[in-house]
């Protein structure tokens, strides 16, 4: 695929192509995913807690998604970029919920926006898609409704939310979805789910037998340190390497060691 589109994906799911996604809120970071060779980057709203250092999702705002969201965009000439719907700016009825998604398309560029919820947020979705933006869902654990849970343990290990997911999926899939991100549920259950609609099923925490991966890019390059749930794999450990540079470039500095004669005029 030259150029990434929602069809492309519904293609990868017949043809059992899995997609691979990943995050990014900026462009040189994005730059590199696109290179890279990555399908789908989603500008996560966990921009709030990677980029601003928030404890939760809740406070990003939908300028600073904008804002996220525009800078990405700039970057890629592949993937479809995706971009999240931050709490706050869909919830309260399907026109909010369109105002946001046309200013996410408008003012950023993205292709795409992703909204957390089942039955709860279908007018909404039904509404930005009828005026031709591509909607994903994002079922399991939802970090915009922490508060709700109160804990970011395993989601739907119980039969009747269980159940309510399937339904939920079902029904992303009638209203128009193009694709569903499933976070932290059960392996067993994300692949029924993915079984069940011919929509791409891209998880996270939900095991191998989806149709696509996602993970937050600073956590996958070994950036962040100190969360360490099951389903992450570290490809890197940036914070190591980068911390050891960083220190011996102030022991240079310290040293009159940098910059040598052939680093300056
Ligand atoms: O914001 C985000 O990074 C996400 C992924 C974890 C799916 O929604
Ligand atoms: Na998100």
Request: glycine share 8%.
């Given at each position: 695929y030259k150029r990434i589109t929602v069809k492309s994906l519904i293609e990868m799911k017949q043809h059992?192509?899995?997609?691979?996604m990943l995050t990014a809120y900026d462009y040189t970071m994005a730059k590199i995913v696109d290179e890279a060779g990555v399908d789908v980057i989603l500008v996560g709203d966990s921009a709030s807690n990677v980029m601003a250092g928030h404890e939760?999702?809740?406070?990003?705002?939908?300028?600073?998604?904008?804002?996220?969201?525009?800078?990405?965009?700039?970057?890629?000439?592949?993937?479809?970029?995706?971009?999240?719907?931050?709490?706050?700016?869909?919830?309260s009825d399907p026109k909010e919920a369109l105002r946001s998604a046309i200013r996410i398309m408008k003012e950023s560029g993205g292709h795409a926006v992703k909204m957390e919820g089942g039955k709860e947020v279908k007018e909404s979705i039904k509404r930005i898609l009828?005026?031709?933006?591509?909607?994903?869902?994002?079922?399991?654990?939802?970090?915009?409704?922490?508060?709700?849970?109160?804990?970011?343990?395993?989601?739907?290990k119980e039969e009747q939310e269980a159940q309510q997911l399937k339904e939920d999926a079902i029904m992303l899939e009638k209203a128009g979805?193009?694709?569903i991100v499933l976070e932290k549920i059960p392996a067993k259950l994300?692949?029924?789910?993915?079984?069940?609609?011919?929509?791409?099923v891209i998880g996270i925490g939900a095991g191998?037998?989806?149709?696509?991966?996602?993970?937050?890019?600073?956590?996958?390059?070994g950036m962040t340190h100190e969360f360490n749930p099951r389903f992450l794999r570290r490809y890197m450990n940036l914070y190591e390497d980068?911390?050891?540079?960083?220190?011996q470039?102030?022991?240079?500095?310290k040293a009159i060691d940098f910059p040598n004669d052939n680093e300056q005029y």
């Open positions: 059992k192509e899995k997609i691979s939760t999702t809740l406070p990003i705002t939908l300028d600073q998604m904008i804002y996220h969201a525009s800078s990405v965009v700039r970057a890629i000439d592949r993937a479809l970029v995706v971009v999240d719907l931050p709490f706050g700016s869909y919830q009828n005026a031709g933006i591509p909607v994903m869902g994002h079922l399991g654990l939802t970090p915009q409704s922490i508060y709700k849970f109160g804990t970011y343990t395993v989601r739907a979805c193009f694709g994300a692949e029924e789910v993915a079984k069940s609609v011919s929509i791409p191998a037998g989806v149709d696509g991966q996602v993970l937050v890019l600073h956590d996958m390059i980068m911390t050891k540079a960083i220190g470039y102030v022991d240079d500095v």
